[in-house]
Nanobody, 123 residues
Framework: QVQLVESGGGLVQTGGSLRLSCAAS????????MGWFRQAPGKEREFVAA????????RYADSVKGRFTISRDNAKNTVYLQMNSLKAEDTAVYYC????????????????WGQGTQVTVSS
């Protein structure tokens, strides 16, 4: 099993920045992709960003391209999501996800989920 623990959420004003972290532990060798999804109140969970752990390939939702950056530190088994130019519509619970590969994660075939961290952007 793999455990994913998120941190870094909080309250920020429109235009501000936050950095989320997701630390993985356990059988991390079973994953080659990690990423972030988010769920706003009354909406379905949606893909935000993903990274291939072995090669560093990244994918982003159109809504966050140019504003969010996903990165990883394989030595620490940690993935980061740097969020800049935050908007009110970015308000959601952000979930870290792990999958066997990038294609699976992109398709929503998630092996592991974190508990979620709240991001609130106030105008």
């Amino acid at each position: 099993q793999v455990q994913l623990v998120e941190s870094g959420g909080g309250l920020v004003q429109t235009g501000g920045s936050l950095r989320l972290s997701c630390a993985a532990s356990g059988r991390t060798f079973t994953m080659d992709a990690m990423g972030w999804f988010r769920q706003a109140p009354g909406k379905e969970r949606e893909f935000v960003a993903a990274i291939r752990l072995s090669a560093g390939n990244t994918r982003y939702a159109d809504s966050v391209k140019g504003r969010f950056t996903i990165s990883r530190d394989n030595a620490k088994n940690t993935v980061y999501l740097q969020m800049n130019s935050l908007k009110a519509e970015d308000t959601a619970v952000y979930y870290c996800a792990g999958a066997q590969d990038l294609g699976n994660l992109w398709a929503g075939l998630i092996s592991y989920w974190g508990q979620g961290t709240q991001v609130t952007v106030s105008s």
